[in-house]
């Protein structure tokens, strides 16, 4: 496993006994907790304080110098956010009291017992993510600025909602806490989950496995990998995408696909951050960072029992929601562009001039592939084009075609007309005050543009002229 320390900023253990320092250290590290700073001389408690940013303090009572009493009310009035574990031999209910009162995390009476330790140091770990991501998402709302726009330099947009969903990575993105990304099939998903590998500064990789159509075998080999001869045919051993990713980020793409004998698994890795090799007797520790996507409603398939409710909760400790194109028709301009300029490169030809009126003809149809769709069209209209400008042909029939495929079918997510309220009515407008309405409404929405005016209401556009001209005569 990589050298990647865990969490992400040091431990502090104070205790004047060094066998104490030793034994609490070693049992953290035996469960991945390796980002420790041992302080023997309680004296030193405030320079270190000064000089590194602390997750959380595990500090004894009875010390020469500086009490652990006189810590807890140091870090009480300095340091508030760091959380302060209280482990001593004196139990007794007023000291343990008074440690509370004085805003102590816990409280572990000596000899420590292991489980309770990591259990406890684990929880305030998880404390001190859940506060410093709070207060970076209060900072960015406020200041609606980004950190490090270089991190979503490959997800193009201008879109407020997408915008604040960089706002809300950025404060989520340090946290080890898994991600759950939501959207529809080509919305995104993946570039989303790197741009959260790109935020959170995590010095190992970022990998991205599909599970769609793995099976059990191929599944638990590919992500945990394999001893020699755990198989017939393993003749040597092999790392899994788990080990790959170790320090980094791992991007688990269809979870919703997960089958039931996986998904106690990966529940293991993300709540005790180990897992088994094929053919292993003794687990691996791990401190991959898990994002996961899926365009499938996970809280219901918990309800049906078909994904486990233990590890929807764990997944969804961060959740995302990609919208779809047709909630971001303001990017339409700017993907446009991009694909342009993205498959004339990669055609060999000289990047096209879209017809102004094109991002209009677009925000006709709702792209139920979403982005992916989109690029996909355009990559056609490019290969097949031959002039300076670029033919709107394509786009139409394009358009046409799979607009009358969508009629018959219900897409998923589609805008829908809303039923009119007609009883609510006072009077009913006349035909021609109906037909005026939708006529100048069309042309708001496509800017004057009577080709694709006439498209949206499903007349020709000739039919549309001479409604204009008996609307001009009268």
């Not at 301009?333 to 490169?345: G, Q, R, V, Y």
């Amino acid at each position: 496993m990589s050298d990647s320390l865990f969490p992400v900023n040091p431990i502090l253990i104070v205790d004047d006994e060094p066998i104490t320092l030793e034994s609490v250290e070693m049992v953290l590290n035996s469960e991945g907790i390796n980002n420790i700073i041992l302080c023997q001389d309680s004296r030193d408690v405030k320079k270190i304080l000064a000089e590194k940013e602390i997750s959380i303090i595990l500090s004894d009572l009875l010390m020469p110098n500086v009490s652990g009493e006189d810590i807890l009310q140091y870090v009480a009035e300095n340091y508030s956010e760091i959380p302060v574990i209280v482990i001593t031999g004196v139990n007794d209910i007023e000291t343990t009291v008074r440690c509370m009162k004085s805003s102590a995390y816990d409280y572990i009476v000596k000899p420590v017992d292991e489980n309770r330790l990591v259990t406890t140091v684990n929880r305030a770990i998880e404390f001190r993510e859940l506060q410093t991501e709070a207060t970076t998402l209060r900072r960015h709302i406020l200041s609606e600025a980004l950190v490090n726009k270089e991190s979503f330099a490959k997800i193009i947009t201008r879109n407020k909602k997408v915008l604040s969903i960089f706002q809300y990575i950025e404060s989520v993105a340090k946290s080890t806490q898994p991600v759950l990304i939501t959207g529809e099939t080509g919305a995104g998903k993946e570039l989303f989950a790197e741009a959260i590998h790109k935020s959170s500064g995590r010095e190992g990789s970022f990998v991205a496995l599909n599970i769609a159509g793995l099976d059990e075998n191929v599944f638990a080999d590919t992500l945990f990998g394999h001893l020699k001869g755990a198989y017939t045919g393993a003749e040597r051993a092999r790392d899994g995408l788990v080990e790959m990713a170790s320090g980094g980020t791992l991007f688990l793409d269809e979870i919703g696909d997960l089958k039931q004998e996986h998904q106690i698994k990966l529940l293991r890795l993300i709540e005790a951050r180990e897992y088994f090799q094929l053919g292993a007797d003794a687990p691996r520790k791990s401190n991959v960072r898990i994002v996961v996507a899926t365009n499938r409603n996970l809280k219901e398939m918990s309800a049906k029992d078909s994904f486990r409710s233990d590890l929807f909760f764990r997944l969804s400790a961060h959740q995302i929601h990609i919208p779809a194109l047709r909630e971001r028709y303001d990017d339409l301009p700017l993907l446009l562009d991009h694909f342009l300029e993205l498959s004339s490169k990669e055609l060999g030809k000289k990047k096209p001039t879209p017809p102004v009126e094109l991002p209009t003809l677009l925000s006709t149809y709702h792209f139920p592939g979403n982005v992916r769709e989109l690029k996909a069209l355009v990559f056609d209209a490019v290969a097949n084009h031959k002039s300076k400008m670029l033919n709107m042909g394509v786009f139409k029939k394009y358009i046409d075609e799979n607009s009358a495929k969508n009629d018959s079918t219900e897409v998923i997510n589609a805008p829908k007309i809303k039923k009119f309220e007609v009883e609510s009515w006072e009077s009913l407008p006349t035909i021609k005050e109906i037909t005026n309405i939708l006529i100048d409404e069309s042309l708001k929405r496509t800017n004057g543009n009577q080709s694709i005016a006439s498209r949206l209401l499903g007349i020709t556009r000739q039919t549309l002229i001479n409604y204009l001209k008996l609307k001009k005569q009268k």
